[in-house]
Structures are given as structure tokens and as C-alpha cells.
């Protein structure tokens, strides 16, 4: 079993930066995938960012890169940090683990995830 836990998220100014972390538990395999995902109300939930735990593998939205950097340590938490934040950045940010291989930025192709944490973006 893997449990996953988000902080970090708060509410910032526009072009302000916050750190999301993800603390993982349980059976975090070295070839697996981690995911940040973000839904806004009303709205689908969407990918992020991912990163491979072993490393060497990363993939970011286009809407966030530049502005957003996944990072690991070792294999125990999952780093967001996100500069330059935009009002349309405020959602709900979740991490997710993803067991099979492959980089994918599909929601469904994830297997466990964190309970989210909230980031408001003020204008």
C-alpha cells in the first residue's frame, strides 16, 4: 500500500512562489512514476508534472513550464516548486504514484493519490 501526503499549498500573490512537498509511504518502487496533477472547480483535473523516481525522465505541461519544477530526494517525498504564479494556477494540487511503466500525464493511468492541497493565486 502507498500512502501519499501534500503541503505547501497556501494562498500567495500573483507572481509570488510556493513549494508543495508530498511525503510518500509504503511501497514506493524505484521505477515508478510521480505525478502532480491540479483541479480547479469546475473543471477536469489536469496534469502537472511528473518525474520518474530514479530520475531521468521529467515532463511538464506547457502551461506550467518555465514556471514549475518537479524534484525528488530520495524516493520518500516529491517536490513542486511553482514561480511565478498566475490567478489561473489556483486549484487543488494533488500527487499521485504511478506503477506502470512509462511516462504518461493521464489521470487514470495513476494508482494512488494524495488527499490534494489547496493554492490560491491572488490578482
Known amino acids: 500500500q502507498v500512502r501519499l501526503v501534500e503541503s505547501g499549498g497556501g494562498l500567495v500573490q500573483a507572481g509570488g512562489s510556493l513549494r508543495l512537498s508530498c511525503a510518500a509511504s509504503g511501497r514506493t518502487f524505484s521505477s515508478s512514476f510521480m505525478g502532480w496533477f491540479r483541479q480547479a472547480p469546475g473543471k477536469e483535473r489536469e496534469f502537472v508534472a511528473a518525474?520518474?523516481?530514479?530520475?531521468?525522465?521529467i515532463s511538464y505541461a506547457d502551461s506550467v513550464k518555465g514556471r514549475f519544477t518537479i524534484s525528488t530526494n530520495t524516493r520518500t517525498t516529491v517536490y513542486l516548486q511553482m514561480n511565478s504564479l498566475k490567478p489561473e494556477d489556483t486549484a487543488v494540487y494533488y500527487c499521485?504514484?504511478?506503477?506502470?511503466?512509462?511516462?504518461?500525464?493521464?489521470?487514470?493511468?495513476?494508482?494512488?493519490w494524495g488527499q490534494g492541497t489547496q493554492v490560491t493565486v491572488s490578482s
Open positions: 499521485a504514484q504511478r506503477l506502470g511503466t512509462g511516462m504518461v500525464e493521464t489521470a487514470r493511468e495513476y494508482d494512488y
Open positions: 518525474i520518474r523516481w530514479g530520475g531521468g525522465s
